[in-house]
């Protein structure tokens, strides 16, 4: 049952503080931070509950269903299901959806009730999605998560929202789209082989596709979650999106709705149609390596903060899909940490850009510079989180990026090889932010307060959980690790195409 | 008593179209192109009524029947939005009342 | 007692932690306390631990704290191991470590960021010491990054000047370059290897290494643009001369004594590989001699005195990778020991110079301190000394010349290398007299504003005494066989395996005197007899060229912005709106201009609509009766 109220707490408070608004326009805001913190609680009980469990590796992963019947006659259910996998994301979830209300706490005045409704709707769709085993169901919240979005984009943004809310929602409507043709293509050719037509997520896992039909399908579901993810070609919504978004939409853009891209890769994707994965796995990885470098060359040249972290989004998300198409253990051990770590260190920088934006009014970092001696915890916090997006060994950064590398060395030593001088470039944009905006000859600027209360306990929460998982990041993965073995068994039995190499005697 | 052949009746039907087709495109009255109009429903009328008397089946009647059903329900809100057009430009040439700027 | 080797690296970290999180509320008094006590008491930790290891041979100190990751057959864990190697480096980063904060406490005084100074500096010995201590490959790693990270805080720290944050990222990005070939070559090694544990590989590579020996040298290959990388070699060497933006602490502490030395100690930790790959270690023999030639011949010509001193560090290093590279193992690590010490001296004093004549970095407007700055001058002259290798009295003698012996006498040694580094000898003693004479002797240039007080004094006289009397812990052969340093290290380290006759060591030794007595008059004779030989000598165009080329670091900071820099910063900038979302919106604006066309359709003339009714259904019906 917790499942359930895992959604219905966020829905509910999103419905609540469109209520609230009506007594004061504040209200809604406490409204929305009881309810995140309410469901950060449940998430993190479960986990502890079912710890002991987790890392006995059961050979079933998942930890628990919930299940009733929808709309029988079209066999859709409502059916939710939760591993480690999904476990650690949604927790990711319930925390960046605390400092998403904890950044929009003072920079959101107008329409409140309406914002925290949008914002908690969103982070309703993002767990429905990472817990949803009915593919119609999931589509549901793919869609709730969407739509929620393009409004605050649309109504809180700057100056170009509209331009940005609208691609955003073009890019992932369309890709969404074709992933619906996929489902409906896989219902119905599963419908036709087995005669029980249904949305299942497990009934689909084990059936028999015919394997021209079954590439167009994975394609349609790949290129959703690509496209949300950003892979490589798809990636120009990500950078107006971020830029035009508020910052809580900014946080949850990077830190949630990117990651449910490669929840879908490693959910989805891989376990529905395994040969078809291992056939695009060299192009898929070669598409991930160009992003990463890509992303890097286009972050090292952006003048506008938030753009600039939207691209380091990019490039980090290639690390993400390289590592995910290399199929062992390392490497998707790599993916995982990758996905919390990145939410955390860009969520924190998207963080750094609005407290900056809201003191000095401006993104532009031409225009920033010697702030360090102004704001010395607001510098000291930036240059951690700069480092952290560089990959420095201590924060989890590095270990994510250090295990994808290495994974994805054991399938190919070249495209690897190119991969880690994203290591260098990543260098070079991150030390870039750091002096521009802290370093170098103090521009002239009025008053310039330090972190308040709030700021302070949102970047101490971060930058701690970013050391700690760099220090001790076992209990990742150790809940990470039977989803990632059962992935890995699954991609062992399927018969080998990409060449490997052998090492040793 | 004498059956007009199929053939000629839908000539005669084809006639009256064209009839209808060329005063639509080439009136500059509304009002005559709202006759036109009716005309080509006439004649589209008495194509189901040969027709139907060719195949010997009732349904070519029943069409008719509800062709001058709506020809009437069209005749009367084409001609109160005639008149009202009238009032409002004081003119009926088509080429004068088009407000669009494509 | 083994398993509190972990105390050695956390006192540092805990000054760090303890002057970040509460570096504004403490008095100076009360950081200095923290910076400069953390690591003494690290030091003291580190001389104990290793006086046990020195008194009990076997002994070697081991304590795992935690696994760091577990996943399959891969488990690094955060696990120490100190053994004579590793010692030897705990006890030069911690002792003079302590005495280069010792130093700072007083040297910064007046800076405003006193605690972040530190902080700083006591990371990086954290750091250091991690780098050092690590048990496995991958918390190297850590270390190795770690300290490259402090360096870089610590360049920029007067970060006011855009100058110096660009000389930090420089120094960052360079490094970062070897780091990432270090990385691809602990993924070589793991793969290989199935571990990343230091003392697995090094038992078990010989073995796996047996059938595919490319592999080695792959690996090898790899480890060592690592080291080139951090320890400023050739192609990577030139950050180190532009990181000397930093405070002359930093320069002393990171800069000369222990971060670029961590290539050495990458390379002698990881030797099995390089003797698995000879031609490897060829090249880094190469490497070496070559880089301490160029290195030196720029060091003649510099101005700054603490670029000078940059060169002559990277000139050392050299030295040290050439003993790497003919196999001499424990001479690079002594010449390594000697070369912190009178190196750390020289940064001291050097700082201690140019904050006395009004922060003036120009040798050439400085001149006749000997009187007015004397426990400056004796200590300085007593580190150029041991630079420039006087014999038998300094350490510097005793570790350069066992590695000249080694370059002609070792295994690997060759004619040509010892000839290299004989001729990088006679440079040395050349620019050690230059750097002196144009400081101390001859007539007085600018005034001496302030003296130093005893926190500087004291760390300069203490490494004086260190950089005279450590070089007799490894005596040459025929000066009786008293080598307790090399039979400590040879616990860790190979045996130097000899090709050339031991009798015949006293002729090197004697040409090696003779470098350093030629090098020492030529620039006698220039500098401080005839002046005017030198302008005649500056007048000639091939030497003025010369002279231009020299001093610019052999214009390899040219080389690398021409062909790296500005190509790249050419794509990044012609690609700044990004070339694929131009795509998207060429889709829109064809959608875009498709629409207006359409639209120019719907013009509002009733008789078009019917006109184009009309002629659709006449092609209906025409494809109708086509087809």
């Known amino acids: 049952m917790t499942l359930i109220y895992l959604i219905v707490i966020l829905l509910a408070g999103g419905l609540l503080s469109l209520l609230a608004e009506r007594r004061s326009p504040h209200a809604p805001r406490w409204v929305a931070l009881i309810t995140t913190c309410a469901s950060l609680v449940v998430g993190l009980l479960f986990w502890i509950q079912h710890y002991p469990q987790i890392i006995q590796s059961p050979a079933d992963h998942w930890l628990e269903r919930f299940q009733v019947s929808w709309i029988p006659s079209f066999g859709i259910s ?27 706490w003072n920079e959101i005045q107008e329409k409140t009730g309406f914002y925290y409704f949008n914002l908690l709707w969103v982070l309703a769709g993002v767990a429905g999605v990472f817990m949803a085993m009915d593919l119609f169901m999931f589509y549901f919240f793919w869609e709730v998560m969407l739509i929620p979005m393009y409004f605050l984009i649309s109504l809180w943004g700057s100056e170009k929202r509209e331009y940005a809310a609208i691609k955003f929602f073009i890019f992932t409507q369309a890709s969404g789209l074709l992933m619906f043709l996929a489902i409906l293509g896989l219902y119905y050719i599963h419908g036709q082989n087995t005669g029980v037509y249904s949305f299942d997520y497990f009934d689909l896992l084990g059936s028999t596709l015919p394997p021209s039909l079954a590439f167009w399908l994975m394609l349609g579901f790949a290129i959703a979650f690509s496209v949300k993810l950003p892979l490589f070609p798809f990636h120009s919504w990500l950078p107006d999106a971020h830029g035009e978004a508020p910052t809580a939409g900014s946080l949850l853009l990077a830190g949630l709705l990117l990651k449910t891209g490669a929840y879908g890769l490693l959910r989805f994707v891989i376990p529905l149609f395994p040969d078809q994965a291992q056939a695009m796995a060299e192009p898929a990885m070669v598409l991930g390596v160009i992003g990463i470098l890509y992303g890097a060359f286009l972050a090292f040249a952006q003048t506008d903060l938030k753009r600039l972290v939207a691209y380091t989004s990019v490039s980090h998300m290639g690390f993400v899909v390289l590592g995910i198409f290399a199929f062992n253990e390392l490497a998707l051990q790599g993916v995982v940490m990758q996905l919390v770590t990145h939410a955390i260190s860009t969520g924190a920088l998207f963080i750094l850009a609005g407290m900056l934006k809201e003191r000095l009014h401006t993104r532009n970092i031409d225009q920033m510079g010697g702030l360090w001696s102004r704001m010395p915890q607001l510098g000291t916090l930036g240059l951690v989180f700069a480092l952290a997006s560089l990959g420095l060994p201590g ?3 590095f270990i994510a990026e250090f295990l994808i590398l290495m994974g994805a ?20 944009y991150s030390l870039r932010i750091v002096q521009k905006i802290f370093l170098g000859p103090q ?18 929460a971060l930058a701690l959980s970013i050391l700690w998982l760099g220090i001790y990041p076992q209990p990742i993965i150790n809940t990470a690790k039977p989803a990632i073995v059962q992935l890995v068994k699954l991609m062992d039995i399927k018969p080998d195409t990409t060449s490997q190499h052998h090492y040793g005697p | 008593m004498t059956t007009a052949s199929i053939d000629n009746v839908l000539l005669l039907a084809g006639l009256l179209f064209t009839i209808g087709v060329a005063g639509v495109m080439m009136r500059k009255n509304i009002f005559f192109m709202l006759l036109s109009v009716e005309i080509m429903l006439n004649a589209a009328g008495l194509a189901f009524i040969a027709a139907g008397s060719h195949w010997g089946q009732p349904d070519g009647q029943v069409m008719f029947i509800f062709i001058l059903a709506m020809a009437a329900a069209e005749v009367s809100i084409g001609l109160s939005l005639i008149l009202q057009i009238y009032h409002l430009h004081k003119s009926l040439d088509i080429d004068n009342l088009k407000e669009m700027n494509g | 007692m083994q398993t509190m080797l972990w105390i050695i690296p956390a006192l540092p970290l805990l000054g760090f932690l303890l ?8 008095s100076r008094r009360q950081t200095a306390a923290i910076g400069v006590g953390s690591v003494l008491l690290s030091a003291c930790a580190g001389l104990y631990a290793g006086g046990q290891l020195l008194l009990h041979p076997s002994l070697v100190y081991e304590v795992t704290l935690w696994t760091w990751i577990d996943i399959g057959d891969f488990h690094p864990a955060i696990a120490l191991r100190m053994d004579a190697l590793a010692a030897v480096f705990v006890f030069v980063i911690t002792l003079i470590g302590a005495l280069i904060h010792l130093y700072s406490a007083e040297f910064m005084e007046k800076d405003p960021d006193y605690s972040r100074f530190f902080a700083c500096m006591n990371l990086f010995v954290f750091a250091m010491l991690v780098l050092v201590l690590a048990d496995n490959l991958l918390l190297l790693y850590l270390g190795w990054e770690g300290v490259g990270l402090c360096s870089y805080l610590l360049i920029g720290f007067w970060y006011e000047n855009p100058a110096n944050g660009h000389a930090a990222r420089k120094a960052f990005t360079m490094t970062r370059i070897g780091d990432t070939a270090l990385a691809i070559g602990l993924f070589c090694i793991y793969y290989a290897c199935k571990s990343l544990n230091i003392v697995d590989i090094s038992t078990a590579a010989p073995l796996i290494f047996q059938q ?3 592999e080695a040298t792959l690996i090898a290959f790899l480890l060592l643009g690592g080291a080139l990388g951090k320890s400023a070699q050739l192609p990577l060497q030139t950050w180190l001369p532009d990181a000397m933006a930093g405070p002359s602490p930093v320069s002393a502490l990171i800069h000369a004594a222990t971060m670029v030395t961590a290539g050495v100690y990458l390379i002698a930790r990881m030797y099995v590989f390089f003797e698995l790959a000879p031609a490897v270690q060829g090249l880094i023999a190469v490497i070496g001699a070559i880089t301490l030639l160029v290195a030196g011949l720029s060091a003649l010509t510099q101005y700054d005195i603490k670029r000078v001193l940059a060169y002559s560090t990277i000139s050392q290093i050299g030295y040290m990778f050439l003993a790497l590279g003919v196999g001499a193992w424990t001479a690079a690590i002594f010449h390594f020991m000697v070369h912190a010490f009178f190196k750390a001296l020289l940064f001291l004093g050097a700082g201690a110079i140019i904050e006395s004549v009004n922060h003036e970095h120009s040798m050439f407007r400085m001149g006749g301190l000997r009187k007015k700055l004397p426990i400056i001058f004796w200590t300085f002259m007593v580190g150029t000394a041991s630079l420039a290798a006087i014999p038998l009295v300094t350490a510097g003698f005793y570790s350069k010349d066992q590695i000249l012996w080694y370059a002609w006498g070792a295994r690997h040694g060759q004619a040509w290398l010892w000839s290299m580094a004989w001729v990088g000898a006679f440079i040395t003693a050349a620019y050690s007299a230059r750097m002196v004479l144009l400081v101390f002797w001859g007539p007085l240039k600018t005034e001496v504003t302030s003296r130093p007080r005893w926190s500087i004094t004291f760390p300069l006289i203490a490494l004086a005494v260190c950089s005279t009397w450590i070089g007799f812990v490894d005596l040459p052969h025929n000066f009786g066989h008293f080598t307790p340093f090399s039979d400590f290290l040879h616990h ?5 395996e000899l090709r050339a006759d031991p009798t015949t ?9 003779v470098a350093t007595v030629g090098g020492l008059l030529l620039a006698y004779s220039y500098y401080y007899i005839h002046n005017k030989r030198l302008r005649h000598l500056a007048n000639q165009p091939l030497f003025r060229r010369l002279h231009r080329l020299w001093l610019a670091g052999w214009g390899f900071d040219k080389l690398y912005q021409t062909f790296i820099s500005r190509p790249f910063l050419w794509v990044t900038k012609a690609n700044k709106a990004d070339g694929v979302d131009q795509l998207y919106s060429a889709m829109a604006n064809i959608t875009t201009s498709l629409n207006q066309r359409m639209a120019a359709l719907q013009s509002g003339s009733l008789r078009w609509y019917i006109m184009g009714m009309v002629l659709g259904a006449i092609i209906l019906f025409g494809l109708q009766l086509l087809l």
Do not use: K
Not at chain 1, 84 to 101: K, N, P
Not at chain 1, 417 to 427: K, M, P, Q
Not at chain 3, 492 to 496: A, D, S
């Open chain 1, 78 to 104: 409502f059916h939710l299901a939760i591993d480690g996998l999904s476990l650690i994301l949604l927790t990711l979830t319930s925390f960046m959806g605390i400092l998403a209300v904890g950044c929009s």
């Open chain 1, 395 to 397: 924060f989890g950064n």
């Open chain 1, 409 to 428: 060395f054991e399938e190919s030593r070249w495209l690897t090889v190119v991969a880690a001088l994203g290591l260098i470039f990543s260098a070079l």
């Open chain 1, 443 to 460: 521009e002239r600027y009025g008053e310039l307060p330090d972190f308040t209360v709030r700021e302070r306990w949102m970047m101490a």
């Open chain 3, 19 to 26: 002057l970040i999180s509460y570096g504004s509320r403490l």
């Open chain 3, 212 to 214: 595919n020996p490319q």
């Open chain 3, 492 to 496: 860790t380290l190979p045996l130097t």
């Open chain 3, 505 to 513: 060591e006293w002729m090197f030794q004697i040409l090696a005197t």
